[in-house]
């Protein structure tokens, strides 16, 4: 068969990697904007209290001394960061987004490099993490979209899915020839560290190095140094002193209400995928064994258990069923037998990208603003929180604001407490109580002498709410977005 023009064949590889360095360029952009939305608050307020005390922060987000898992070896690093410098809290948050994101091109690189040495297959494997989605928005944490990944990129679930990705390369290239014990040593630390840092993307690096296991079909001798090095990772966790790791394992009943949404619209924002599973079929008839046809089932059986069980918060193992669907696709295009098979599969996944591109095109407002964008891509845009700086004149480190979930997300990042956690929060044992008081506090059939009392027991000196929620005893101060007034209290 005649090969290709090497002019055609140039411009083949260089489309895929032009078109991914741009996907980063777009991404980095992002990152000097930092758009707020999600957890961002609860991320910066980790590193409030860090700055504050490395030894003993509490709570992040309310005035108790209790652990949280948030208090991982990565915060803590960005911790350091800024207790050593001048540096703002969002500042050392874009500087973790550029570690974060460096870690997750090159974990892809070196991953995508053991199962292909074609020079285009991680820039293609790079595209479908980003595009190979659905036409419906889908933003979550340790999920690989483009506009969720935007969103997300300061987050340790972005740093911890890197770190999985060099752990897969790591273990695959380990269990393929002679490694001494200090690399599997290292291997151990590596899992237990990324379990520490995000434990949801945790469970999906586990399957991901579980699959790699069973496709390598290890001897004993190569068994015993991966038992060796599962209980280095093993010992990590158990001696992390900022919270108690194997508590979490009976936290789930907490989380499951706001998880439940992770099954529901499956085929709008993942219907793209189904392209991965068939590359994975085709993959699944060349080697049964294949890593990421394991990777793939293994994800499934987890996804499919939570839903069937109602455990919601397994369907954060959803990653374990998309990564490896979505680089079968990307791998397919270099690696089926022949060239006309490899371009119509091109064809298929190139159009399957576009669609996927256009569903997240509103990614682009993050970078030049809303009035900048087409029509039709402005309606896909959307509109980042504002935050709560216009407070920080008055409401100082640690005072403690009355405030509603929303405020209480954001709040915490500028230094101060908020009565109830904006976010569910396995070690606070007093959650429930605080949740009722704020409720309690803003209802409209609450007596001034409750709310008086409310405000004392829980030592709060500002209250963040609309023009109803004046009190005699409340003194206003400033007006924000939205009709919200913060009022101090006066003693």
């Known amino acids: 068969m005649r090969a290709a023009p090497p002019s055609t064949a140039g411009a083949g590889r ?6 991914a360095a741009l996907v980063l360029v777009l991404l980095l952009l992002v990152i000097v904007r930092l ?3 999600g957890d961002l608050g609860m991320h910066a307020a980790t590193v409030q209290r860090l700055r504050h005390s ?3 922060p509490g709570n992040p987000l309310v005035d108790a001394d209790t652990p949280s898992p948030y208090y991982s070896p990565w915060m803590l690093l960005l911790g350091c960061l800024a207790r050593i410098t001048s540096l703002s809290v969002f500042d050392v948050l874009r500087i973790g987004a550029l570690v974060g994101l460096g870690l997750l091109v090159t974990g892809v690189w070196r ?3 053991t199962l292909s040495d074609h020079r285009v297959a991680p820039a293609l494997a790079i595209l479908c993490l980003v ?6 928005l889908f933003n979550w944490s340790g999920f690989l979209g483009l506009n969720s990944l935007a969103l997300t990129v300061s987050y340790p679930s972005v740093l911890a899915l890197g770190l999985s990705f060099h752990l897969w390369a790591w273990l695959t290239r380990a269990l393929r020839g002679e490694s001494g014990w200090g690399v599997w040593l290292w291997l151990g630390l590596l899992w237990g560290l990324i379990l520490l840092c995000h434990q949801f993307t945790g469970v999906v690096a586990s399957l991901g190095a579980l699959a790699v296991v069973i496709a390598a079909r290890p001897g004993r001798a190569l068994l015993l140094r991966l038992g060796t090095a599962a209980a280095m990772g093993v010992v990590l966790l158990a001696l992390w002193p900022y919270y108690d790791f194997f508590a979490l394992f009976s936290a789930g009943a907490d989380l499951e209400a706001i998880h439940r949404p992770l099954y529901e619209h499956l085929p709008g924002r993942f219907g793209l995928v189904l392209l991965g599973v068939v590359a994975l079929g085709l993959r699944l008839r060349r080697d049964r064994r294949d890593p990421l046809v394991v990777f793939f089932l293994l994800g499934v059986l987890v996804f499919a258990a939570g839903g069937l069980t109602g455990h919601y918060s397994w369907g954060r193992a959803l990653p374990a069923v998309l990564i490896p669907a979505q680089l079968a696709a990307a791998l397919e295009v270099v690696s089926a037998g022949r060239r006309t098979v490899r371009v119509g599969w091109a064809c298929v996944l190139g ?3 576009a669609v996927g591109a256009w569903a997240q095109a509103g990614t682009l407002g993050y970078v030049v603003g809303r009035d900048a964008l087409p029509g039709a891509v402005a309606a896909k845009y959307r509109t980042p929180w504002v935050g709560y700086q216009w407070i920080t004149p008055w409401v100082k480190y640690g005072d403690v604001v ?12 500028y230094g101060p407490y908020t009565v109830a956690p904006g976010y569910p929060d396995v070690f606070l044992p007093d959650e429930a109580r605080r949740d009722a008081a704020v409720t309690r506090y803003f209802a409209p059939g609450t007596t001034a002498g409750e709310r008086r009392d409310m405000v004392r027991e829980y030592g709060v000196r500002w209250v963040v709410g609309g023009k109803g929620a004046a009190e005699p005893w409340l003194r206003q101060v400033a007006s924000g977005p939205d009709g919200q007034v913060l009022y101090q209290v006066v003693r």
Do not use: C, N
Not at 131 to 136: D, I, Q, S, V
Not at 402 to 413: D, F, H
């Open 14 to 19: 260089a489309l895929p990697q032009a078109a």
């Open 111 to 113: 991953y995508v490099r």
């Open 131 to 136: 595009f190979l989605w659905g036409p419906l």
């Open 402 to 413: 009355m405030a509603r979930t929303v405020p209480s997300r954001q709040i915490p990042a």
């Open 35 to 37: 758009p707020w939305a």
């Open 351 to 353: 159009a399957a990208l």
């Open 54 to 56: 490395l030894l003993h």
